[in-house]
């Protein structure tokens, strides 16, 4: 958790309402992630940015889902209207340094509930 | 396509006695593997890796893990379980994509380890 601050850690909405998470690297990097972790499963990439650019968004519901990051650094992750699908934690991370061996750091989540 | 599976989604050991936690891959080339754990209420935290070298690798907490490229396995062990190891296990392997890497996560194993 070291590094990746996220806020908030659990919220409650009912479907059809809008949401968003924050994410703010302590330390910046210019790669940041965000995954979807739906229980009973492993996180699943959502969106890679690197510094202001999206790297990689295929698994994002672009219809419902959007994601930014200011100044290559803090990032934010928005949900509108939710489903009852979307219940989940929300992730974010970023690489412990430079290169495509480095592991990541997460965050410690927003655990989204959906009724 | 390529994928990382864990096979058993809960393993149950003694204080004490060896624990295995079982990872398997299916990629083309030779992958980075990583194991991740998840205590509750926690984000991920980084284990250990195998990037190239030596087939067992040494990470944190004592655990420890082997890379056997003829099973496609990526096991992960350590040889005397304690109660504070019950948590929530990951495997993942990095691979290459059209715009850089992505990290594939397991769909995780939930430790047990009983007093």
């Known amino acids: 958790e070291a590094g990746v601050a996220q806020s908030p850690r659990y919220k409650i909405i009912e479907k059809r309402q809008s949401v968003a998470f924050w994410c703010n690297p302590i330390s910046g990097h210019a790669t940041l992630y965000w995954y979807q972790q739906i229980l009973g499963q492993g996180p699943k990439l959502l969106i890679q940015f690197q510094n202001n650019g999206v790297v990689d968004d295929s698994q994002l519901p672009k219809d419902r889902f959007s994601a930014e990051r200011l100044k290559g650094v803090d990032s934010t992750l928005k949900i509108q209207p939710a489903k009852l699908e979307d219940s989940a934690v929300y992730l974010c991370a970023i690489p412990s340094g430079t290169g495509v061996t480095y592991e990541q750091y997460f965050g410690p989540g927003t655990r989204l509930t959906v009724t | 396509a390529q994928s990382v599976a864990q096979p058993e989604d809960q393993v149950n050991v003694a204080e004490g006695n060896p624990l295995t936690v079982k990872c398997t891959y299916s990629v083309s080339g030779n992958p980075y593997l990583f194991w991740y754990v998840q205590y509750p209420n926690r984000g991920l935290q980084f284990l250990l890796k195998?990037?190239?070298?030596?087939?067992l690798v040494k990470g944190s907490y004592g655990f420890e893990a082997e890379f056997n490229k003829s099973q496609t396995s990526f096991h992960l062990k350590k040889p005397s379980a304690l109660v504070s190891d019950s948590a929530l296990y990951f495997c993942?392997?990095?691979?290459?994509?059209?715009?850089?890497?992505?990290?594939?996560f397991g769909a995780g194993t939930r430790l047990f380890v009983k007093a």
């Open positions: 993942a392997v990095r691979l290459p994509y059209t715009g850089g890497f992505k990290t594939i």
């Open positions: 195998y990037i190239t070298g030596d087939n």
